[in-house]
C-alpha cells in the first residue's frame, strides 16, 4: 500500500483528495548523470576562450600584434554578448534549455576552428571573425547551462550544483594554461593548441545533446509539467518585477567579474614580462587559479546551501580579491635573468580563493530572488551586462599597458585601475548586504529553509 508520501500535497490542498505524483527523474540518482553531462558543456568552450592567454607571447612575435590587438581577442569575444544573453535568455525562457544548449555549442565550435585556421594562416583578421563568431555562443551556452542546472536542482542543492559544473569549466581553463605552451613547444605549430580546442569543444556539444535526451525523458516522466514559455510569455513588463536585490547583484557582477577577467586575460604576460617567468614556466602556475576554484567551488557550494551567509562571504572575497591587485600593484619586478619573483604565485593563489568563493555563491542567488519563469531572461540579463564591461575593458588595459610600457612593464597602472573597478564592486556588496537584511534576508538563508518557505507558500496559495 502507498503512503501518503508518494502523493502529492499540493493536489490534495486543491481538490481534496491525494494524486499519485508523476516520475520525477530530478528527484533521484538520475539526477547526478545530469550533473556529470552538465559539468562537461563548458569544459571545451573553457580550455578554448583563454587559448590566447595561455599563448600571448607567441601570438604576439608571431602575428606581429600590439598589446591593443591582443585584448581585441577578448573585446571581440564580448561585444556580441552585450546583447545576445539578454535574447538567448528569452529563448531560454520561451523554448527551453535544450535546443539553446545544442545549438550555441555547434556555433562555438564554427567560432573555435575559424580561429584554427585563422592562426595556421597567421591571419589576425581570421581570428578576429572566429572569436567573434565564438563569442555567438559562448556566453548564451553558459545562460542555458545555468538555466538548466536550476531545473534539475531546485533548492537545497543548487549551489552546489553549480559549483561542481564551474569546477569542470575550471579544470578546462587550468588545462589550457598548462598544456597550451607545451603542445606549441613540442609540435613548433601555434594552431595545435587551438584545434585541440575545437576537439574538446565538440565533445561538450555532444555532451550537451546527451543532458537534452535526458531532460526531455525527464519532463515526459513527470507528465503535466509545462516546458517553459508554453504558458508564459516573457514580456518586457516582466523587467518590472525585479527587485533591488537582482540590480544590485546585476552591477556587482558588472565590476567584480570585469576585474577578474581583466586581469586573467593578461596574467601569462604580466608574469613573463614583469616578474621574470619564461611562457611556458607561466603556464605551469597560472592553472593555481582554476585548481583552486575547481577543489573549493563545490564544497563551497554545499557550506552556502546549507548554512546561508552568502552575501557575508561575497564581501570577504571581494576584500580578498582587491588586496591582490594591490598587492600585484606593488610588487617588485624581476628583470635578472633566471630570476623569479615568486610572490606572484602567492597573489596566483590569493585569486584563486577569491573566484572560487565569489563564483560559488554568486550565480545560486539569481534563482532565489527572481520568479521560476524569467531565470533564463535574467542569467541572460546579467551575462550581457558582464559583456559589456568586458568588451570595454581589455581594450581601455591594453591602452594603459602600451601608453605605460616603461613604468613596470605598463602593468601597474592597470592593476591600480583594477583595484578601482573591485572597489566600486564591493561598496555595491555591502550595499546589497543591508537590502538583503531588510527584505527577509533571503541571500543569507540557509537552501534548506528557503525550500520549506516556497513548498509552504505552494500549499496555502
Not at 576562450?49 to 600571448?56: F, H, I, K, T
Not at 563551497?300 to 580578498?320: C, H, P, Q
Request: proline share 3%; with cysteine; aromatic share 14%.
Amino acid at each position: 500500500m502507498q503512503t501518503p508520501d508518494t502523493y502529492d500535497k499540493a493536489s490534495y490542498h486543491a481538490y481534496g483528495s491525494y494524486t499519485e505524483k508523476p516520475v520525477n527523474l530530478r528527484s533521484t540518482n538520475i539526477r547526478w548523470l545530469a550533473l556529470v553531462l552538465t559539468c562537461f558543456i563548458n569544459f571545451g568552450p573553457y580550455f578554448s576562450v583563454d587559448n590566447p592567454q595561455a599563448l600571448q607571447g607567441s601570438l604576439e612575435d608571431q602575428l606581429n600584434l600590439t598589446n591593443v590587438q591582443f585584448n581585441m581577442l577578448y573585446s571581440v569575444y564580448s561585444f556580441p554578448n552585450i546583447i545576445l544573453p539578454f535574447f538567448g535568455g528569452i529563448i531560454i525562457d520561451k523554448l527551453g534549455a535544450r535546443i539553446a544548449i545544442a545549438s550555441f555549442a555547434a556555433i562555438i565550435i564554427i567560432g573555435q576552428s575559424i580561429v584554427t585556421f585563422g592562426v595556421a594562416q597567421k591571419s589576425f583578421a581570421l581570428m578576429v571573425i572566429g572569436r567573434t563568431v565564438f563569442g555567438l555562443g559562448g556566453e548564451c551556452l553558459t545562460v542555458a547551462q545555468s538555466a538548466i542546472t536550476a531545473k534539475w536542482f531546485k533548492g537545497k542543492e543548487v549551489a552546489f550544483a553549480m559549483g561542481a559544473s564551474l569546477c569542470v569549466s575550471r579544470l578546462g581553463s587550468s588545462l589550457n594554461s598548462f598544456t597550451s605552451p607545451k603542445i606549441f613547444n613540442w609540435t613548433g605549430e601555434l594552431f595545435a593548441p587551438f584545434l585541440l580546442g575545437a576537439i574538446f569543444c565538440t565533445v561538450s556539444w555532444l555532451a550537451g545533446l546527451g543532458l537534452a535526451l535526458l531532460d526531455r525523458k525527464a519532463d515526459k516522466q513527470e507528465g503535466g509539467i509545462v516546458k517553459a514559455g508554453e504558458t508564459d510569455k516573457i514580456r518586457f513588463q516582466d523587467f518590472k518585477e525585479f527587485n533591488l536585490i537582482f540590480y544590485l547583484l546585476l552591477f556587482n557582477c558588472f565590476f567584480i567579474y570585469g576585474a577578474f577577467f581583466g586581469l586573467n586575460n593578461n596574467l601569462n604576460d604580466i608574469m613573463v614580462s614583469r616578474f621574470g617567468f619564461t611562457q611556458n614556466d607561466a603556464g605551469n602556475f597560472i592553472p593555481i587559479v582554476y585548481i583552486a576554484s575547481a577543489i573549493i567551488t563545490p564544497f563551497f557550494g554545499l557550506f552556502t546551501d546549507r548554512f546561508g551567509k552568502r552575501v557575508v562571504f561575497m564581501i570577504m572575497s571581494s576584500v580578498i580579491f582587491l588586496i591582490d591587485h594591490i598587492f600585484i600593484a606593488f610588487l617588485h619586478d624581476t628583470t635578472a635573468e633566471g630570476r623569479r619573483n615568486y610572490g606572484m604565485v602567492v597573489a596566483l593563489g590569493g585569486i584563486g580563493l577569491f573566484y572560487s568563493t565569489y563564483a560559488a555563491i554568486f550565480w545560486p542567488c539569481v534563482p532565489l530572488v527572481v520568479k521560476e519563469n524569467v531565470v533564463g531572461t535574467a542569467y541572460g540579463i546579467i551575462t550581457a551586462l558582464q559583456n559589456l564591461m568586458l568588451t570595454i575593458i581589455p581594450m581601455v588595459l591594453g591602452a594603459v599597458a602600451e601608453g605605460t610600457k616603461d613604468f613596470h612593464s605598463g602593468y601597474f597602472w592597470t592593476e591600480i585601475l583594477l583595484a578601482g573597478i573591485v572597489a566600486i564592486g564591493l561598496s555595491i556588496t555591502i550595499w546589497m548586504y543591508f537590502v538583503d537584511i531588510r527584505t527577509n534576508g533571503k541571500l543569507n538563508k540557509p537552501s534548506a529553509k528557503e525550500g520549506e518557505e516556497d513548498e509552504n507558500k505552494a500549499l496555502t496559495a
